[in-house]
């Protein structure tokens, strides 16, 4: 199929994008003391200048003491990592570019790469880094409402520093999404309960901060996923009337556009209907979604890190969504990882150019 869907123009707000085309955000821990370096931000303007619609960053973390669990992730607090930021952004727009940061905390989760330990205390909603599993003390309301007010301060300065979207990563088993997962979160105060709409306060809250800091024309993206990195089978929401009181006080918070990550995007989210996560997003809330998961490869990511190599793969399941309006935009990751001009050579219809994936991808800013 001809890729024109991915080529026509997405406005939101004040966010106007030349394509469909998003860059996922992927973690890469070249930010040595968390202050992204000049390799960081041509890495970046690379993208812009291979014709991505939307640049989302690498997770980068909030004014907490253990917001991340690798020193090599950037902050998105303090002069120097602040200065750091500010050079990508203007080096994206003077490519052409648009970009937001994606404001992350970790959480519980640790990361099996490295042995650095961050500064105490750990923030988790109930002290579990997995069903069952104690790792440190429940969050007090002091350190939820810090939290809160982090997340608040990360977009107001980036904001200031010109970005264009603030994206809010809620997903993958991180610390907003341990307080959506009945599994991690055994709260019995307001931020827990039975339902997933009673676990959504915690989130719902960052965003409304967000929205407070940046105003009310600034788009808000909210990346979510049903499945955690400690359990891949997980489904928070097992219905779509289920998905809907989750979705919707996120929504109403101040969330203008849903980041719905799936590990392959051509799975269906429920029986008896094609449509993914971002396809029943969309449905449910009327919202603007981006979908994602193994778009333009074989193979989907978790297998990078078992060594596999992923080859390009058909782009006409996708186009044909894109086409119906099930979702809005595509966030592309590997691919674009491994090769800054994927969006160009598909827009030109150069796929005999386009390259397979391997693991040394991961280990440099290509």
Same mark, same amino acid.
């Given at each position: 199929? =001809?890729?024109?869907a ?7 707000k &004040?966010?106007?994008l030349k394509?469909?085309?998003v ?7 070249f930010s ?6 000049p390799?960081?931000? #041509?890495?970046y303007?690379r993208r =812009?200048e ?14 907490r003491?253990s917001a ?12 120097? #990592? ?10 994206v727009?003077? =490519?052409g570019?648009?970009m937001?940061?994606q404001?992350?905390?970790?959480g519980? #989760? ?9 500064p105490?205390?750990?923030d988790?909603?109930?002290?579990l &880094? ?19 007010? +982090?997340?608040?301060? +990360?977009a107001? $300065? ?20 341990q ?7 055994v709260?019995?105060d307001?931020y ?19 929205r407070?800091?940046?105003g009310k024309?600034?788009a ?11 359990d891949?089978?997980?489904k928070?929401a ?5 998905m809907e009181?989750?979705?919707?006080p996120l ?7 849903l ?8 799975e ?18 009327g919202k ?5 998961? %193994?778009?333009g490869l074989?193979?989907?990511?978790t297998? =990078?890190?078992?060594?596999? %190599? ?5 782009l $006409?399941n996708?186009?044909?969504r894109l086409?119906?309006?099930?979702f809005d935009l595509v966030?592309?990751?590997r ?21 397979d994936?391997h693991?040394?991808a991961?280990?440099?800013l290509?």
């Amino acid at each position: 199929m =001809a890729a024109d869907a991915l080529f026509r123009p997405f406005t939101h707000k &004040s966010l106007t994008l030349k394509n469909r085309i998003v860059m996922a955000p992927m973690t890469r821990s070249f930010s040595p003391g968390g202050v992204p370096t000049p390799d960081v931000a #041509a890495y970046y303007r690379r993208r =812009a200048e291979g014709d991505v619609g939307l640049i989302l960053s690498e997770g980068t973390v909030v004014k907490r003491p253990s917001a991340k669990n690798d020193p090599n992730v950037p902050d998105f607090h303090g002069e120097q #990592a602040l200065a750091g930021w500010k050079r990508v952004i203007d080096e994206v727009h003077a =490519a052409g570019g648009k970009m937001g940061p994606q404001l992350w905390h970790v959480g519980s #989760a640790r990361n099996p790469m490295t042995t650095w330990v961050a500064p105490p205390p750990v923030d988790a909603p109930s002290g579990l &880094s997995s069903p069952g599993k104690k790792f440190t003390e429940p969050m007090t309301d002091e350190a939820i409402a810090d939290t809160i007010a +982090a997340f608040g301060q +990360a977009a107001a $300065d980036a904001k200031r520093l010109g970005f264009d979207v603030i994206e809010i990563h809620g997903a993958h088993g991180y610390l907003i999404d341990q307080f959506f997962w009945s599994g991690t979160n055994v709260r019995t105060d307001v931020y827990g309960g039975a339902t997933i709409a009673e676990r959504a306060r915690f989130g719902a809250e960052v965003v409304k901060s967000i929205r407070a800091a940046v105003g009310k024309d600034m788009a808000i993206i909210l990346r979510l996923s049903q499945w955690k990195q400690q359990d891949f089978a997980v489904k928070l929401a097992q219905t779509p009337k289920e998905m809907e009181s989750w979705l919707t006080p996120l929504v109403e918070a101040g969330t203008d556009i849903l980041h719905c990550s799936q590990r392959r995007f051509w799975e269906p989210e429920f029986e008896g209907s094609e449509l993914n996560f971002a396809g029943w997003a969309k449905k449910l809330t009327g919202k603007p979604t981006i979908t994602v998961g %193994s778009v333009g490869l074989s193979g989907e990511f978790t297998a =990078a890190f078992r060594g596999e %190599s992923s080859k390009p793969a058909s782009l $006409d399941n996708l186009l044909r969504r894109l086409e119906r309006e099930e979702f809005d935009l595509v966030a592309v990751g590997r691919a674009l990882l491994s090769d800054a001009q994927w969006a160009r050579k598909v827009r030109e219809d150069r796929h005999d150019e386009l390259q397979d994936f391997h693991k040394e991808a991961l280990a440099k800013l290509a």
